[in-house]
């Protein structure tokens, strides 16, 4: 499976953005679908997740209740609403696929997209 992740940009702190992942290849609706994020000097990190339906879904303390992660399996894409934003929240932000789990711990994060950049200023 092949992905396109988009929608990143330049928000002030407090803002929203909407982020989205456009998936090709095989069947995407057989896929965990999850966002991970890079800061710089950091590692990446997971940020959400979410379940081949799309019924189950665990994020990350650090976006608890300001970010949302959904998917269309109709248009192959999933999206990460992302409110509240913050100045920690600046990095590349990168879409993955699973075929065999929505967990973040699964060593089966195997596809990625190229990562879009956000950036939070204060």
């Known amino acids: 499976v092949q992905l396109q992740a988009s929608g990143g940009g330049l928000v002030q702190a407090g803002g929203s953005l909407r982020l989205s992942c456009a998936a090709s290849?095989?069947?995407?609706?057989?896929?965990?679908m999850g966002w991970f994020r890079q800061a710089p000097g950091k590692e990446r990190e997971f940020i959400a997740t979410?379940?081949?339906?799309?019924?189950?879904?665990d994020y990350a303390d650090s976006v608890k209740g300001r970010f949302t992660i959904s998917r269309d399996n109709a248009k192959n894409t999933v999206y990460l609403q992302m409110n509240s934003l913050k100045p920690e929240d600046t990095a590349v932000y990168y879409c993955?696929?699973?075929?065999?789990?929505?967990?973040?711990?699964?060593?089966?994060?195997?596809?990625w997209g190229q990562g879009t950049l956000v950036t939070v200023s204060s």
């Open positions: 290849g095989r069947t995407f609706s057989s896929y965990a």
């Open positions: 993955a696929a699973n075929g065999r789990s929505y967990r973040s711990t699964s060593p089966y994060w195997n596809y």
């Open positions: 979410i379940s081949w339906s799309g019924g189950t879904t």
